[in-house]
């Protein structure tokens, strides 16, 4: 029953009626969401048979995020509701957006690894919108590549632009973050531009896009092939660092024709000639190292890995250790030859067995020598400490003990010595030892190429025994080690590289000549390029 005994309602009523306090009911009336209908002589508000279901209205649009103005529209009939609906819509889409990119930067932050002072950037970095984003590259690339008449390889870097999902991981985030600071460095930018000027004196016919995931404007077809030769360059690389064969060995040259002849189908002629290489040779080995050499460019490298891991697309696989060995291998190998497989030997594994041993006993006892203070000092090995040279034999015992145990090892740049480089030598080497008797590696072949496991093991013999050359002149000590056994891991060497041309990235300097009368360590130190 209406309480002035009409169809009016009062405001007290009317908030009976559906729940609404009051306080917000007046509210709503001031901003005239609910104006009342009439008043009562002393100035009370009252409200007619419509307002329970209006003010329904207001308060569901104001439960979904409806503005006062938005509301007050479609009551006023001046904006459809659907409208309404789809403006909100859009903003609440902004809002959200908004929170989410505030939480990801709190859940990078949560996750550690975020500086306070890189706190500011971070979160602006997080708020710009797909397009900002898209722009921040793209005038990056304009700069970089301004004047350079290379096209197809400007769009292909543009329509890889980084797109960063609408909730980031902290680890997309963090990438977004570096590859925005990325692109602002000049050296970047100077990488950018080589690609390119190379990409329009070269194109078509170029595998950096399997390299490093950029592309360059050919079409599926070229770019499936290069990526193929790329894949197959990446595996036989890296299965030769792993089964220990030096980019300048003799065993190498079959690795490197298999590749030559894998890339030839892919190229096309340059400009500035009538015919792409058509034979293996040294033309197309130079040039198939000097699109190796020019792709090999780390800031871009860094760049795609960013793009993939802020995208979240799958990351191209790293090529440092692969084009290292791959380059160094075509500058060893200009002229394709014919390998000579008797090169290899056929070593006696027991003779072979007992040379390690004598090796590892010499040079232990120089290692037993090593104090701390002597880490730090110079070596015969450019750049080498002490330290580093003692790692690096080391590593030699655990590669060899990784192939002979089937699971050959990447982690090359670790530290393999420990608080006790000699409790570390000694241990690798008892290691080794035990797996080559064990796994019958002296007697087992490995590789394409099919090299005796002996031989493998021989070449880590001729490895520590001149090394153990640059210890003992490191440390002043005596350097005609292993006499019983060091003829013959001289004539090793000989026969394994002798006919290895000495090139950059190679794994000797040129031959010195040894002083009459020199020790066989001595003779094999001035045969793999050192002062003796």
């Not at 509301?71 to 001046?78: N, T």
């Not at 996750?111 to 002072?117: K, R």
């Not at 400007?154 to 985030?173: E, M, V």
């Not at 220990?244 to 060995?249: V, W």
Request: with cysteine.
């Amino acid at each position: 029953m209406y309480e002035d005994g009409t169809e009016l309602l009062s405001i007290g009523a009317l908030s009976r009626l559906t729940g609404v306090c009051v306080k917000t009911i007046r509210n709503w009336s001031d901003q005239d969401l609910l104006p009342p209908t009439a008043r009562t002589p002393a100035g009370y508000r009252l409200y007619g048979p419509d307002a329970p279901a209006r003010l329904e209205i207001v308060r569901s649009l104001r439960d979904l995020g409806v503005g006062t103005a938005a509301i007050r529209a479609v009551l006023h009939r001046e904006r459809t509701l659907a409208d309404t609906a789809a403006r909100s819509a859009d903003a609440l889409d902004a809002q959200i957006a908004a929170l989410r990119a505030q939480r990801a930067v709190l859940r990078a932050v949560a996750a550690g690894g975020t500086a306070a002072e890189e706190l500011p950037q971070m979160t602006r970095l997080a708020r710009l919108t797909a397009e900002e984003r898209r722009r921040i590259v793209a005038d990056v690339i304009d700069d970089a590549l301004d004047g350079v008449p290379a096209p197809a390889y400007r769009s292909g870097l543009l329509a890889a632009t980084p797109d960063l999902p609408d909730d980031p991981t902290p680890d997309q985030l963090h990438a977004w973050n570096e590859l925005a600071l990325l692109v602002r460095d000049p050296e970047f930018r100077a990488a950018l531009r080589r690609l390119a000027v190379y990409s329009a004196r070269t194109a078509p016919g170029t595998v950096a896009p399997a390299l490093h995931s950029s592309p360059t404007g050919e079409t599926a077809a070229d770019i499936e092939a290069a990526e193929r030769v790329a894949a197959l360059m990446h595996a036989r690389a890296e299965a030769a660092v792993a089964d220990g064969i030096a980019p300048d060995s003799p065993a190498a040259e079959p690795i490197v024709a298999e590749l030559v002849a894998a890339w030839l189908p892919t190229q096309k002629a340059p400009p500035a000639e009538d015919a792409p290489p058509a034979e293996d040779g040294p033309v197309t080995r130079t040039r198939l190292l000097e699109q190796l050499e020019t792709v090999a460019e780390p800031l871009v490298a860094r760049y795609w890995r960013l793009l993939c891991t802020a995208t979240g697309r799958p990351a191209p696989p790293r090529w440092e250790t692969a084009g290292a060995w791959t380059a160094a291998a075509l500058r060893a190998h200009r002229t394709p030859v014919l390998v000579d497989r008797a090169a290899f030997g056929a070593p006696d594994p027991e003779r072979v067995l007992y040379a390690y041993q004598r090796v590892v006993h010499a040079v232990g006892a120089l290692v037993a020598q090593v104090r701390p203070a002597d880490l730090a000092r110079p070596t015969p090995c450019a750049d080498w400490t002490v330290r580093e040279l003692l790692d690096h034999m080391v590593w030699e015992s655990l590669m060899v003990t990784s192939i002979a145990e089937g699971a050959p090892r990447t982690d090359h740049t670790a530290d393999h010595l420990g608080d006790d480089p000699r409790a570390a030598f000694e241990e690798s080497a008892r290691a080794a030892l035990a797996a080559f008797r064990s796994s019958g590696m002296t007697e087992r072949t490995f590789g394409p190429y099919e090299a005796p496991g002996a031989l493998l093991v021989q070449q880590v013999v001729v490895e520590l025994l001149a090394h153990g050359g640059d210890l003992a002149r490191a440390l002043g000590a005596p350097t005609a080690l292993a006499p019983e056994v060091a003829e013959e891991t001289l004539e090793a060497a000989r026969r394994i590289y002798g006919a290895a041309p000495r090139t950059e990235g190679g794994s000797f300097a040129p031959e010195r000549p040894a002083p009459p009368g020199a020790a066989a360590a001595d003779r094999l130190a001035a045969f793999l390029g050192r002062e003796v």
